[in-house]
């Protein structure tokens, strides 16, 4: 994908049939996997609450569908060998791991299943930029999918309440009542995408349209609000404050410990409150960093960490597959959630510690990498906006995986919306 510093005004001027289609495919495929192909899915009968260790026909098939669909454009437009070159060894070496540790699992054809999901949504996210000859029409699909995501959300709220906002009729955790969901399955899925959808919202209005941008930004934070997510509300200023030391700042290892001390400050904060004593101690006279009560579900997580620190469980099947029940204490009610909220917890649970250090290594060191030689070209006022873009979008998912489970998640939204931002510095670094 190459830059490009013209405005988008003047470029959505020139979109001929061949771009406005590439353009409307990146919107849906966005739409399809922010959404897991189920906008507006209800939860209040158990029909549509489907068994975990079920795969979902219709996200099952559209997903590979969107995979073939990009593929072949790829090769159409003769970028496939990019393509290739552009999948990292350290990649390579995380999907080799996780298939290892999950042929000997407990459930070894769940975890696998689940596995080649991961890999055929990450094989999308390499190939939507790819799509592209100008930098305008990616931030034209991504700011255009983004306001049709926010205007679902209030759509819904408006007109069929009972599938946009959390119910006391609901099936699950009827405790949420009155928290907007939107076209998401849950607030958490919700909040975290709307700050993702602000930082869209701000790179709007630095490069395209400052009225788009604004309305982008506003919308986005009232979903914000409504959905009481106050775990992702929290780290947005953060975010936005180290995103922009890391853009600005010259030297390599003072960016290296501005991002190093924002990510792992906030994972010491949480989840070493319950593995290190002597912090949860200090933690204690603060107000709470779990928010909800995850510190039950940390230790048991912990526990399970410990239990099989080489090998793990196998990719993503601890939480659904009874295993957490035979480490929990009779009546424990943390065996009962889907995850670990937490990210870096759930890698090693399915992986052992050697597959959390293959991940951190590709996810948080190697995108530093991308950065710092990005910074080394002769970069405009667009392209330095659009790389502030790309560096909050990373650290936010590194950060929010502190408190929920969506580092290498398969096709979960946040990650994917993640994975955008890690597979443009990846392809931009190595661009000419």
Known sequence: MSADSQTLGRAVGGIDAGRLLVIAFVV?????????????ASLQNYGVLDDPTQSNALRRNLTLAIAGGALWMVVRDGQMRQLWHAMSPGLLAIFVWFALTSVISPSPGLALNRLVLAGVVIVIAFCLPQLFARFADFVTSYGVAVSIAVALCFLGVLFVPDLAIHSARDNVEQGLAGDW??????????????????FAGLLLWRVANKGWGAVVIAGSM????????????LLVLPTLVAAALIVRLRNPMVVAVVAFMTVAGLA???????????????????????????????????????????????????WDTGAAYGLANSGDTAAQVSHAHNGFLDVAISAGLPGLLLVLIWA??????????????????????????????????????????????????????????IVCLRLWSRAR
């Open 28 to 40: 849906f495929t966005m739409l399809v996997l922010w959404t897991q192909a189920q906008p507006l």
């Open 268 to 318: 010491l904060l949480t989840l070493g409150s319950v593995a290190f004593p002597a912090v949860g101690a200090v933690v204690a006279h603060l107000p709470d960093p779990t928010f909800t009560g995850r510190a039950d579900i940390w230790t048991l997580g912990l526990e399970a960490a410990g239990a099989r620190p080489l090998t793990g469980f196998g990719y993503n099947i601890f």
């Open 364 to 421: 948080g060191y190697a995108p530093l990498r991308h950065i710092a030689t990005i910074r080394r070209k002769a970069l405009d006022a667009t392209e330095a906006a659009f790389l502030e873009f790309l560096v909050q979008g990373w650290l936010f998912t590194l950060m929010i995986s502190s408190l929920e489970a969506v580092l290498f998640n398969r096709g979960d939204s946040i990650w994917f919306t993640g994975l955008l931002s």
């Open 181 to 198: 969901r939107g076209v998401f399955r849950h607030k958490n899925d919700l909040a975290p995408m709307a700050i993702h959808f602000v």
């Open 222 to 233: 009232i979903l914000l609000i409504m959905s009481g997510g106050k775990s992702a509300a």
